[in-house]
């Protein structure tokens, strides 16, 4: 089984890396990036699916309910916790 907890605490880790700060200091990323990312293809299998878990417990936020490449990739997708 997937331990969504280790899953959503490295999707932390690379909307860190590939992400910016905003003036509020809060760090967000593009959909579009995230999934084009190599590390990020290699290390989830399921992005979506992290995404939205991550979501649920208030770790991320973004506009819609599922995100699909190409139609959403310029959603940004803002990280709620440090």
């Given at each position: 089984t997937m331990n969504v907890?280790?899953?959503?605490?490295?999707?932390?880790?690379e909307i860190r890396r590939l992400g910016t700060k905003n003036a509020d200091g809060q760090v967000s990323v593009k959909f579009g990036v995230l999934f084009a990312d190599?590390?990020?293809?290699?290390?989830?299998?399921?992005?979506?699916?992290?995404?939205?878990?991550?979501?649920?417990?208030?770790i991320v936020n973004y506009q819609g309910e599922l995100l699909l490449q190409g139609?959403?990739?310029?959603?940004?997708?803002?990280?709620?916790?440090d």
């Open positions: 907890e280790h899953e959503i605490s490295l999707l932390v880790e190599e590390k990020c293809a290699n290390l989830f299998e399921a992005l979506v699916g992290t995404l939205k878990a991550a979501k649920r417990r208030k139609v959403h990739d310029n959603v940004d997708i803002m990280l709620l916790q």
